[in-house]
């Protein structure tokens, strides 16, 4: 399970508090200054039993590797246009929230379904596009059952082969 990540924002801050309305729901989620070492970094809480959390750092903060035993570390270098990056969420907004406060950001937030090609539908979610920058996907409750019937060895094992001899 994965309990927290981390993000680039150029408003830790506000972006932190849009998450928190995504990751609670109608309840909210919780907000706040990250307790790390990071100056300006904050943290949305879905206030769960797994502690999930999203840390939105500074843009220009990098993590690095620490020297000989030593921790990682925060460096600070530009800030790129776009990153590598994307985590699937489950978050307890509704699909009319998630439109709502994408539209209400200004942040690209569209409605897809995934899988192998456009015929093989699996599990649906949005794309909803932090600063435009960042991807996360999000699946509101009622997505996460078709998403977790794939989302392990043998669906998968079982999915490359119906693939494969379609392809044959």
Same mark, same amino acid.
């Given at each position: 399970m994965i309990h927290h990540i981390s993000i680039p924002a150029r408003? %830790?801050? +506000? &972006?932190?508090? $849009?998450?928190a309305e995504l990751l609670g729901g109608h309840t909210g989620g919780y907000a706040g200054p990250f307790v790390g070492p990071i100056p300006g970094a904050w943290v949305a809480y879905a206030e769960d039993a797994h502690g999930t959390g999203v =840390? $939105? *750092?500074? =843009?220009?903060?990098?993590l690095v590797p620490g020297e000989n035993a030593g921790m990682?570390?925060?460096?600070?270098?530009?800030? %790129?246009? @776009? &990153? @590598?990056? +994307?985590?699937l969420i489950s978050v307890k907004?509704?699909?009319a929230d998630i439109e709502r406060i994408g539209a209400r950001e200004g942040w690209r937030t569209l409605h897809f379904w995934r899988g192998p090609n456009p015929q093989v539908r699996l599990f649906e979610l949005y794309e909803f596009w932090v600063e435009n920058r960042v991807m996360l996907e999000l699946l509101t409750e009622d997505? &996460?059952? %078709? *998403?977790q019937r794939i989302a392990n060895g043998p669906a998968q094992r079982d999915l490359l082969a119906h693939l494969a001899g379609a392809r044959g």
């Open positions: 408003d %830790p801050q +506000h &972006v932190a508090k $849009v998450l =840390e $939105v *750092y500074p =843009e220009s903060t990098i990682g570390a925060a460096a600070l270098r530009e800030a %790129p246009a @776009a &990153v @590598a990056f +994307h985590a907004a509704g699909r997505m &996460v059952d %078709p *998403y």
